[in-house]
């Protein structure tokens, strides 16, 4: 958290991102995430590393190019797609390998509808590292949930703190729920970091805000890490 002042605003700002490094945990069937250093110093007079990823290593955004055959790549997106209106819902205390339904979203109604994001907040941030509920037990959004967020045509973005915004396995139907968001042109934000924010979070139903989700602008990618950032009114 860090308060700043900008255009005689005063804000306070939330860093919603995981830190990348050497053999993170990751979504179960895609490689690791690897960094080494390549140049030091005190050797070479510089210093530089070499890192190995694909486009949904840590916190990152999926385009529709992820699972919609020709659909628009991450630099497709206008600016504006990244920076907008949002409410992070609080939904801490689900069950490892919850769905998340339009039951659990309905009371959020009115909020969903004035704002052009929703960051999702289970707790699992807490969780992260090599264990089973992390990388396979996340509470996630099922069908339903997705064809209700859908249903709101201001809505741009969604996000979680799982590592899919779909579940882990054939019963989560993963490439259905991805679809309904992408389709509608809803991004999709995966592995929210919101340790800056959980102790605001933890005494409030909901945090209306602005998101700022910048991803690395590569040509024809289906997704991009992204430096996310929350911020509110002081």
């Known amino acids: 958290m ?30 690791n995430f690897r960094i080494e250093s390549i140049n030091h110093v005190a050797k070479d007079g510089f210093a530089a590393k070499r890192i190995m990823m694909i486009t949904h290593h840590g916190t990152h955004i999926d385009a529709a190019a992820h699972m919609i055959e020709d659909g628009k790549t991450i630099d497709r997106y206008e600016i504006s797609h990244f920076i907008i209106n949002a409410v992070i819902l609080n939904l801490k205390g689900l069950n490892a390998g919850e769905e998340i ?10 909020v969903i509808s004035k704002n052009q994001g929703i960051l999702i907040y289970t707790g699992w941030s807490d969780k992260r590292g090599w264990n089973k509920e992390y990388l ?40 259905e729920t991805h679809k309904i968001l992408l389709s509608k042109d809803i991004i999709i934000l995966e592995e929210l970091n919101f340790k800056d924010i959980k102790s ?11 998101v700022i989700a910048l ?9 991009a890490p992204a430096r996310v950032i929350f911020l509110i009114k002081a």
């Not at 249903?151 to 019963?171: C, Q, R």
């Not at 605001?200 to 602005?210: A, C, M, V």
């Not at 991803?215 to 289906?222: G, Q």
Request: charged residues 20%.
């Open 2 to 31: 860090q308060e700043l002042e900008f255009l005689g605003q005063k804000l306070i700002v939330f860093d919603l991102t995981h830190n990348l490094y050497h053999d993170m945990p990751t979504y179960p069937t895609v490689e």
């Open 200 to 210: 605001l979070l933890d005494s409030k139903e909901y945090i209306e805000g602005y």
């Open 136 to 175: 396979t037990q996340w509470p996630y959004l099922d069908i339903d949930g997705a064809e209700y967020i859908a249903s709101f045509p201001n809505i741009k973005m969604v996000g979680t703190d799982g590592l899919s915004i779909a579940g882990y396995g054939e019963k989560a139907h993963v490439f």
């Open 101 to 110: 339904t339009s039951t659990h979203l309905k009371r959020f109604n009115n």
């Open 215 to 223: 991803p690395l602008l590569i040509k024809d990618a289906d997704g």
